[in-house]
């Protein structure tokens, strides 16, 4: 199979937890100069897909592609390291700081 043209793919990325499925063989790709959004309602797994890109957690199955180079799971050093980086969701801003220097603290 081709990889060419997507700088990421996750394919088949699957994750469970004691009695709940998180992830079930979740394909996602993103192209160079692509952004995506991710919506759905609470526990549909979002994070867990967003985690397990970043490396803060590990599939039970399933590839991750970047750059056409093939990883079971990345760690965050490695995510870091290709570029990869989570900006995690704060629900406590400061009112007096405008977004971008609520995003900078």
């Known amino acids: 199979m081709s990889?060419?043209?997507?700088i990421l793919q996750v394919k088949a990325l699957s994750k469970s937890y004691p009695g709940?499925?998180?992830l079930g063989r979740v394909d996602?790709?993103?192209?160079l100069g692509e952004v995506h959004a991710l919506?759905?309602?609470n526990g549909a797994g979002k994070s867990t897909l967003?985690?397990?890109i970043a490396g803060t957690l590990h599939p039970d199955s399933g590839e991750i592609?970047?750059?056409n180079r093939?990883?079971?799971h990345l760690d965050p050093w490695q995510s870091i390291q290709l570029g990869i980086q989570t900006v995690y969701q704060e629900?406590?801003?400061v009112e007096e700081l405008s977004v971008a220097e609520n995003v900078y603290l």
């Open 39 to 41: 919506v759905g309602q």
């Open 50 to 52: 967003i985690e397990i």
């Open 70 to 72: 093939m990883y079971p």
């Open 20 to 22: 709940v499925q998180a």
């Open 28 to 31: 996602f790709d993103v192209a």
């Open 91 to 93: 629900n406590q801003l």
């Open 3 to 6: 990889h060419e043209g997507y």
């Open 65 to 67: 592609f970047y750059e």
